[in-house]
């Protein structure tokens, strides 16, 4: 469980690094498009501690995802949003709503409940499918990315985002999957592939949702597919369970956790300075 909160504190205030590095960069040069913009990013030392910090997450969360049921750690990633709102209310003046401010706290207190109930990471390997599953849904991400592609407006934003969410989530899933990291066994375990493609796919879709969409709309789609699916596959397949009689309080934590995450949904990108326009409001 630290391990899960410490990636979605690691990932959260990468979040908001890379914000104030964007804006420095962006102050400093003359345009030259997003390349130009991103060589000046790299220039800055908040964008460097936004990737080390984004680096030390994953691996926190491959830690907690070998440690504690899936559905502890999808919940504590979305809290990420929770991270970013405060840090950003600190670092960039962004004014958070009395609501938002509420919701840190459900956040706050979704997590506490989960740690509370959650036993130990469930100990099955799942059917001998489940490997091959997760290489289709990782290649059904591609394709649900194509299609959103081609919609607009919010539709496009929501599909796109629940696109990236579900790639994530199988990423999730895969990490618990993988027996061996040993190279030569790696070479021929699906779930390397299908963490692999589903990775590389999550990440393609979400850019492009945050690009070209709403960014609330996004994150709430993303936060719905990392969190849902995966822990149903873990509790149904992989074998996590709560602690003795503590199962309902799990369900309560998790559903706490995430319905706050998904009020702080516009913190999905990196957030604005105070009395800029955001994404969604262009």
């Known amino acids: 469980m630290v391990c899960a909160l410490g990636a979605a504190v690691c990932f959260g205030t990468a979040t908001v690094l890379q914000a104030v590095a964007a804006r ?7 345009g030259g498009g997003d390349a130009a913009l ?5 220039r800055q030392w908040r964008y460097i501690a936004g990737l080390a910090l984004d680096g030390l997450g994953f691996l926190l969360q491959i830690a907690a995802l070998r440690s504690v049921p899936i559905y502890t750690v999808g919940a504590a990633l979305a809290a990420s949003l929770a991270v970013t709102a405060v840090v950003a209310a600190r670092l960039l003046r962004v004014r958070l709503s009395g609501l938002e401010w509420a919701a840190v706290g ?25 490997p091959y599953a997760m290489v289709a ?11 959103g ?14 696109g ?4 994530f989530g199988v990423v999730e899933v895969s990490v618990r999957l993988i027996d061996s990291l040993r190279p030569a066994d790696l070479f021929t375990d699906p779930a390397a592939y299908a963490l692999l493609i589903g990775g590389g ?20 789609g993303m936060v719905i ?13 992989l074998g996590d369970r709560t602690r003795e009689g503590l199962a309902w309080l799990a369900v309560l934590g998790f559903t706490v956790a995430v319905a706050g995450a998904l009020l702080l949904a516009r913190f999905g990108e990196a957030p604005a300075a105070e009395g800029a326009p955001r994404p969604d409001e262009a």
């Open 24 to 30: 420095e960069a962006a102050a400093a040069g003359d």
């Open 38 to 42: 991103l060589l000046r990013a790299l």
């Open 106 to 130: 459900v956040v706050c207190a979704g997590l506490a409940m989960l740690g509370l109930a959650s036993g130990t990471e469930g100990d099955e390997q799942g059917p001998h499918w489940l």
């Open 137 to 147: 849904a990782a290649v059904g991400v591609l394709l649900l990315g194509a299609v």
């Open 149 to 162: 592609g081609r919609l607009t407006g919010r539709t496009r934003a929501l599909l796109l985002g629940l």
């Open 164 to 167: 990236a969410g579900l790639g």
């Open 201 to 220: 796919a999550a990440f393609l879709l979400l850019t492009s949702a945050l690009q070209r969409g709403s960014v609330t709309t996004a994150t709430a």
């Open 225 to 237: 597919g990392e969190t849902v699916g995966p822990a149903a596959v873990g509790v149904v397949w």
